[in-house]
């Protein structure tokens, strides 16, 4: 991967344009976490309607992962502000704008809020030098998601006091910062730049399948000195993969089934 500036005299990473890989230049991408809370009423539609106005929604979503990535989540259950959240990228900023005018011009529109929503671009990261390896995710340009389940998202501002630091003593600091990452294999990092595109300054997400190690990586990172750099990182959000299809029943599953005599003695009721 090049660091030579572009041609446009610009320095290497700004605008649209990214270093080169093979003798190709490489375009950043955008990046857009959105949130979405589901009005209560939704709960009060039959199933069948329900079902119906769903199916919409899925058909809006493969339309858009045909010229775009789209990756669904679930986070029912897991916090009490939103219920759904797309994880989007894409070369065409228009795209965002695109997908989620669909989306609230649907029949599920109407019972759609946003209470989240962060937008981002990918960069080389200034910090990765000193620990080049295969997959190198500060390198990377394009988002390239893995398979895990779940998908821990938050946006993150820096003090700064950071900025002013001197680059060596930053990269120093950033050093044992990475070290601590390599520490948990099992989660994997996607760091995105939101710098005048949004009020954060970072959007990060990690992939995993193993919560537990990801809570430990957090634990460790906060002991390290970067942690005294660190103006916000919440709210956090604890996401889970799912189908569009599974994600939208995860908003009211109907079900049917009765209490057995156990659950109603627990509740209370004569058995």
């Not at 679930?74 to 669909?102: H, I, K, P, Y």
Request: overall charge negative.
């Amino acid at each position: 991967m090049s660091g030579r500036p572009q041609s446009t005299g610009r320095p290497h990473g700004a605008g649209h344009g990214g270093s080169s890989q093979g003798g190709a230049p490489v375009r950043r991408q955008f990046v857009k976490y959105t949130f979405f809370k589901v009005a209560t009423a939704w709960r009060g539609l039959s199933a069948a309607e329900r079902g119906s106005i769903n199916q919409e929604v899925v058909t809006i979503l493969e339309t858009f992962a045909a010229k775009m990535l789209v990756r669904i989540y679930s986070t029912v259950g897991t916090r009490g502000d939103c219920d759904l959240m797309l994880w989007t990228v894409s070369d065409r900023l228009e795209d965002f704008q695109e997908l989620t005018a669909q989306l609230f011009g649907s029949r599920m529109g109407v019972y759609l809020e946003m209470p989240y929503s962060y937008l981002a671009m990918t960069r080389r990261s200034q910090y990765i030098d000193n620990h080049t390896h295969e997959g190198q995710e500060g390198a990377r340009l394009k988002v390239q998601p893995g398979g895990a389940k779940y998908l821990f998202v938050y946006p993150f501002v820096k003090t700064r006091a950071w900025y002013l630091l001197p680059l060596e003593e930053r990269q120093t600091i950033m050093d044992v910062h990475i070290a601590v990452g390599h520490d948990f294999p099992s989660v994997r990092i996607n760091t995105a730049y939101s710098f005048g595109l949004d009020d954060q300054e970072f959007v990060v997400a990690f992939e995993s399948d193993s919560p537990s190690d990801f809570l430990d990586l957090v634990m460790h990172l906060r002991e390290t000195q970067s942690s005294m750099y660190t103006l916000r990182d919440t709210p956090i959000f604890t996401c889970i993969s799912m189908s569009a299809p599974a994600a939208l029943e995860a908003l009211a599953a109907s079900t049917s089934v009765s209490a057995t005599p156990a659950e109603a003695q627990l509740a209370g009721a004569p058995s």
